[in-house]
């Protein structure tokens, strides 16, 4: 089985309705994290969460919210969704830091998103 | 704020050539580099990392050097092989427990 999942794999929506996405991990980091990818603009990061109790904003966090609802579970909401949020979005998760590792992350499949 | 470039310029080489691939990034130097494979439709996937008082890291058929005085970080394939077509994408850690930034990415196509 992966390790990192996501689901759903695609999906298409209408302007102004609310989409979750949702990712789980079976890698027992402590680290997870939301991008976006759209074409020439590379991965960008929305959301990212160090623990359970810790959320932070990241480069592009307007728009969406996040839930962290356990250590294996991390879910991305948009509240209204606009077509500018079509893209591909990513989960990724990392172990604690150490010189070893350096935040290597892994990630999930993607969820391809498509707001009409 | 710091930018990170990669060739966005499709690269095409010949199968058994080495591929070389380039990461430049503004400002100061990060305390990692990491370079990723991301195939069409999948996740990125991690290959080398490489800290800020290396030089070169090899893996196999891959060779990542870094270069702080000109900030800058060459990927290179030797023997390419048409399995080797994906697009890479580099990445740098500014301090432990910091956040990723990625590179846009630069696509590469081996030729049988």
């Known amino acids: 089985d992966a390790d990192v999942t996501q689901t759903p794999r695609n999906r298409i929506t209408k302007t102004g309705k609310r989409i979750m996405l949702e990712c789980s991990q079976t890698k027992g980091h402590d680290r997870m994290y939301w991008y976006r990818q759209d074409p020439g603009l590379g991965l960008r990061l929305i959301y990212y969460?160090?623990?359970?109790?810790?959320?932070n904003k990241g480069e592009i966090s307007d728009g969406y919210s996040v839930s962290r609802q356990a250590q294996a579970k991390f879910s991305l909401s948009l509240e209204s969704a606009i077509p500018n949020q079509t893209a591909l979005y990513f989960c990724?998760?990392?172990?604690?830091?150490?010189?070893?590792?350096?935040?290597?992350?892994?990630f999930g499949p993607g969820t391809r998103l498509t707001v009409l | 704020s710091q930018k990170i470039e990669q060739n966005s310029e499709a690269l095409n080489i010949q199968e058994g050539k080495t591929a070389t691939l380039t990461c430049n990034y503004t400002n100061y130097s990060p305390a990692y580099l990491q370079w990723y494979r991301q195939d069409p439709g999948r996740g990125p996937v991690f290959l080398l990392l490489?800290?800020?008082?290396?030089k070169e890291k090899r893996k196999e058929r891959l060779k990542v050097t870094f270069d702080t005085t000109l900030k800058q970080s060459l990927f290179h394939i030797t023997a390419s092989q048409p399995a080797d077509s994906a697009t890479y994408l580099c990445?740098?850690?500014?301090?432990?427990?910091?956040?990723?930034?990625f590179g846009q990415g630069t696509e590469l196509s081996v030729k049988p």
């Open positions: 490489i800290r800020e008082n290396e």
């Open positions: 990724a998760t990392s172990e604690r830091t150490s010189g070893r590792v350096a935040d290597t992350q892994y």
């Open positions: 969460s160090f623990d359970v109790k810790d959320i």
């Open positions: 990445a740098l850690l500014y301090n432990q427990g910091g956040k990723l930034i």
